[in-house]
């Protein structure tokens, strides 16, 4: 598997965000920010805003967003993960690695996320990393890639902080 590394963001790197969450290969499975937005991401403490970077060459590979890092139930959610390549197994090493910074580094309680259900891949993956599903807001956001129009439901989803444990003992997190 390649070597991932999950840097804090830089203002100098938003415009290379807001063209990667734009591509059209993204664009339908999230809704998309404007630079003002990403630029409080990364200025806000309970924020955090990374570029995923791959490989001994360091190069940007797709960003990361988590909300909710000063929560006091400690509810930390994973806003965002935008990968530029697909299919290589970088997004199941990102979540594991993110699963790791929420659990031990934040003191989550619960680390939760949202994901479109036409977005199959990803409910796949989190599914397979431990994620139960707790809900679904029924048609909640618009479909206006493609020329489609309609809505989509959102999938919540958690993982809670003794269940990662359960996880990490069988070793089921290893990076």
């Known amino acids: 598997m390649s070597s991932l590394r999950l840097r804090p ?20 499975f999230i809704t998309p920010w404007e630079r003002p937005q990403h630029e409080g991401a990364v200025r806000f403490p309970d924020s955090r805003h990374f570029i995923l970077e791959e490989g001994d060459r360091l190069e940007r590979i797709g960003f990361v967003i988590l909300q909710g890092c000063r929560n006091p139930n400690g509810s930390v959610e994973l806003k965002r993960l935008v990968l530029q390549a697909k299919g290589r197994g970088l997004g199941r090493t990102a979540v594991r690695q993110l699963k790791a910074l929420a659990f031990t580094q934040l003191k989550a309680h619960r680390f939760w996320l949202d994901v479109k259900s036409l977005n199959t891949r990803a409910l796949k993956l989190y599914e397979s990393e431990g994620f139960v599903e707790e809900g679904r807001l029924r048609e909640s956001v618009r479909l206006t890639s493609g020329g489609a129009e309609g809505y989509d439901s959102l999938v919540v989803m958690s993982l809670l902080d003794r269940e990662y444990q359960a996880r990490a003992a069988q070793g089921l997190e290893a990076a």
């Open 9 to 28: 963001t830089m203002l100098s790197d938003l415009d290379w965000v807001v063209s990667v969450e734009r591509d059209g290969a993204n664009l339908p």
